[in-house]
């Protein structure tokens, strides 16, 4: 029996982390568990899905239950590395925590899950059902990770599935929020802008549809998610400031609802569009990315088993909380019944995406622990 203690746990992790798997690359961090499950004689597979990205799976046990466990493999990139006090991609640990890009968002979940997963094989479980691993490439940008895995039917015989993303800290979350990521194309006419009546300046419509679109969105009634949040987050127009532009760009961002979900959003775009290119504007519309909202009930049995499993290493009540983010689920968990026992649950402070991100030493030990309790029971119960 070769369990994987906290001193090489975190050695794992530290390996992880200085794989700089920035929305790319993520094939060698499937390499490097592949490798690592074999040691302990586990198989794992790698699934390409382009250039140097891929997918990897891996199961311990047989038969029914099915439990799904997911971890995405790509972080964002590291930002102003000038901001950080230490190197991103070196794991350090100063007064108990963990710093490095990642940490949060999310490889000590990954990590957690993997180890979580060779313990409970060491110790010879599960006796019964199966545990499988579905470690995503892109989670970051576009899911194409998680989309891959649903279209090849890694969900149809799962009876839970569980995301290590952190939601709250030692929170859970058995909902979160769709997202469209969508990008606005407008074309003009350039021409000097001494004589803009013989052109068409494509920056106007675009700004003017954008304003009365996010006018409109802060008018939707909040559902039991929160409300719509309709982003505009890049805009880009024009060469130099004497030409009017003849072409613009928009890229936004829209956080949706059951009760607004993303069909509705983009209607009403559509109808937006329509009611301006009458008006003589040239504007288009293309779907990025669209992930519905996910909704299962707040006491479904994975969510159960959470709160009755965390709240000792929480010290409290595991709280139950919308996730305002997206997570794989948004392809993991599609078309599931409202009682699928589904939860996002994983080890983070709240600092991803932000520079000097970091994790409680201890956080990243317990969840360890928290998840070879929460496999064990799901699969007995």
């Given at each position: 029996m070769r369990t994987i203690e906290d001193d090489a746990a975190l050695k794992i992790l530290a390996d992880v982390i200085k794989i700089p798997s920035v929305n790319d690359h993520e094939l060698t961090v499937a390499k490097y568990l592949q490798d690592l499950l074999a040691k302990y004689d586990i198989s794992a597979k790698i699934h390409p899905i382009t250039g140097d990205r891929a997918n990897l799976v891996a199961e311990i046990g047989h038969g029914q239950p099915v439990l799904a466990v997911s971890g995405h493999m790509d972080v964002v990139a590291a930002g102003d590395l000038a901001a950080w006090d230490t190197d991103p991609f070196t794991l350090v640990e100063k007064s108990g925590q963990l710093f490095g890009r990642g940490v949060t968002d999310m490889k000590a979940g990954l990590v957690a899950l993997v180890v979580a997963m060779i313990n409970i094989q060491q110790q010879g479980g599960p006796k019964h059902g199966t545990i499988r691993l579905l470690a995503t490439m892109g989670e970051e940008v576009g899911e194409a990770g998680s989309a891959a895995f649903y279209q090849q039917g890694a969900m149809q015989d799962a009876a839970g599935l569980l995301i290590a993303e952190p939601s709250t800290v030692y929170g859970t979350a058995a909902e979160q929020k769709g997202s469209c990521d969508l990008k606005l194309t407008s074309k003009g006419k350039a021409v000097h802008s001494s004589t803009p009546e013989r052109g068409y300046n494509a920056l106007v419509p675009l700004i003017k549809l954008l304003n009365e679109a996010n006018d409109y969105f802060e008018t939707i009634p909040a559902g039991?998610?929160?409300?719509?949040?309709?982003?505009?987050?890049?805009?880009?127009?024009?060469?130099?400031?004497?030409?009017?532009?003849?072409?613009?760009?928009?890229?936004v961002n829209v956080r949706t609802i059951p009760e607004y979900d993303n069909d509705q959003v983009t209607q009403k775009l559509a109808d937006l569009i329509a009611a301006y290119n009458q008006q003589g504007a040239d504007i288009k519309m293309t779907a990025i990315m669209n992930e519905s909202p996910i909704a299962t009930t707040a006491d479904n049995r994975l969510v159960k088993l959470v709160q009755a499993i965390g709240k000792p290493y929480a010290g409290r009540d595991v709280v139950v909380a919308s996730s305002?983010?997206?997570?794989?689920?948004?392809?993991?968990?599609?078309?599931?019944?409202?009682?699928?026992?589904?939860?996002?649950?994983?080890?983070?402070?709240m600092t991803q995406h932000q520079v000097n991100e970091s994790l409680p030493k201890q956080m990243f030990y317990d969840f360890i622990a928290i998840y070879q309790q929460l496999f064990t029971r799901f699969l007995a119960e």
């Open positions: 039991e998610m929160g409300p719509v949040r309709f982003n505009i987050d890049v805009l880009n127009g024009g060469d130099q400031v004497n030409s009017l532009p003849d072409l613009a760009t928009a890229l305002p983010g997206i997570t794989d689920a948004s392809n993991l968990a599609k078309r599931q019944p409202a009682d699928f026992p589904f939860a996002v649950y994983g080890p983070g402070n």
